[in-house]
């Protein structure tokens, strides 16, 4: 009981000494604030790619699988990847056409930076997507206006396109693009749907697309150069992934006439090229957060030491009257301490009330300008402004630790005569 009364004391006596000296305060808590607008600006950031990572997870599937001539990871050398041979629309049939395990399997080819012609005005860098029907059964394949292209649409190479959220604004900004045409390559295509906003950070050209069936896409652009097909493949759950991955591993090396000694001349990408990525930006955000923060506190501490140890000088009278009258070292040493930690949390709050401030409007208006940060969250993680508060308390305490010495030391007749 004794020891909650001399802490909520010395917290009273704390916070009178800050309102008194505001400015000296302020200025010697700068370098606390700074130290924690770091952490847990940090925090936000890495919380929001998180999120980002999750919504990109979500779009292509934890259960999906894409065989590609192209590591999506990008842990191989360029030039060996350059150098594998395409995988041919047979090849992606064939492949197809053999896989007992999967629920789903799609062919997909991409041309990008396409032009498009729409309301008699031409748009360029709009990638065009070939595919078959089933895409549509995906998560990525979610419309919000009209359908996805059908199988027998697919089949009879009909002239009907599915454009992308962002594609759908642009060429149609004011009206209903469903039942208007688009012209690509010359040809007509009517649109009969839209999908719905999708794209995340590290996925913001999926809004971009076109999606057309794949035989008219090989129809209009196969002749121009040799293009490598990538075949999506949905495993239907988490736990068959091995079972379909082996599957179509084995039939893929077949395919492609691999003998038993040869490195697989494919990639098999899946979510976790998206985690490494991930994972690196986030290594790459705490280094340079955390050397930042680093440096910030000690500059914060030395300013805090500085101004308990002129705290302690200018006190040295009301010391030793405390002393006179009975107060022990430890009273003394806990009361600065106190004091130190209190400045500091007093700057941890500040700082967390400004940032607090400053990511609502960052993330409540910059998705208007730059949509790809629509992920980024209006407010601080809780356990990051938690952290960030014991923190603050701990820099306290050490940056006190000296001066609380010093003032518990002092000796009670030579301070009493201290003018």
């Not at 035989?215 to 239907?236: T, W």
Request: net charge neutral; aromatic share 12%.
């Amino acid at each position: 009981m004794k020891v909650i009364t001399e802490i909520s004391e010395g917290i009273r006596l704390s916070l009178e000494s800050i309102w008194a000296n505001k400015l000296r305060a302020f200025l010697a808590a700068l370098g606390v604030v700074i130290g924690i607008s770091f952490v847990v600006l940090m925090g936000w950031a890495i919380s929001g790619l998180d999120k980002a990572l999750q919504d990109s997870i979500n779009l292509i599937g934890e259960d999906m699988l894409y065989i590609d001539k192209w590591d999506w990871s990008g842990g191989k050398k360029w030039k060996e990847i350059r150098n594998r041979k395409d995988i041919t629309y047979q090849q992606a049939k064939q492949l197809i056409s053999q896989l007992t395990l999967a629920e789903i399997a799609i062919p997909g080819v991409t041309t990008w930076s396409a032009q498009v012609k729409a309301n008699n005005n031409f748009y360029s860098g709009i990638s065009i997507y070939g595919t078959s029907a089933d895409y549509g059964r995906l998560p990525a394949g979610d419309v919000e206006l009209g359908r996805f292209f059908s199988l027998f649409e697919e089949r009879e190479t009909r002239n009907v396109a599915v454009l992308g959220h962002k594609v759908a604004k642009t060429l149609f900004p004011d009206q209903n693009p469903i039942g208007k045409y688009i012209k690509i390559k010359g040809r007509d295509f009517e649109v009969i749907g839209v999908v719905k906003k999708q794209g995340t950070m590290l996925m913001d050209f999926i809004d971009d697309r076109i999606y057309i069936p794949i035989g008219n896409f090989l129809d209009i652009f196969g002749g121009e150069f040799y293009r490598s097909v990538s075949i999506g493949i949905k495993a239907g759950s988490i736990d068959r992934m091995d079972e379909v991955r082996e599957e179509a591993r084995g039939l893929m090396r077949i395919i492609r006439n691999l003998k038993p000694w040869e490195e697989d001349d494919f990639s098999i990408n899946e979510t976790k090229a998206f985690e490494e990525i991930v994972s690196t930006f986030r290594l790459y955000v705490w280094g340079i957060g955390l050397g930042m923060t680093i440096l910030a506190f000690i500059v914060g501490m030395i300013g805090i030491m500085n101004i308990m140890f002129v705290s302690v000088a200018e006190r040295t009278k009301e010391i030793g009257i405390r002393k006179a009258v009975g107060a022990k070292n430890r009273s003394i040493l806990m009361q600065f301490l106190i004091e130190s930690s209190t400045l500091c949390l007093v700057g941890a709050l500040t700082s967390v009330i400004f940032c607090s401030i400053l990511v609502f409007f960052v993330a409540k208006f910059l998705p208007k300008f730059v949509p790809e940060t629509a992920f980024l969250q209006p407010f601080l993680p809780f356990d990051f402004v938690l952290y960030a508060s014991f923190v603050a308390i701990l820099v306290g305490a050490i940056a006190g630790l000296l001066p609380a010495i010093r003032a518990s030391r002092v000796d009670p007749i030579e301070s009493l005569r201290y003018e």
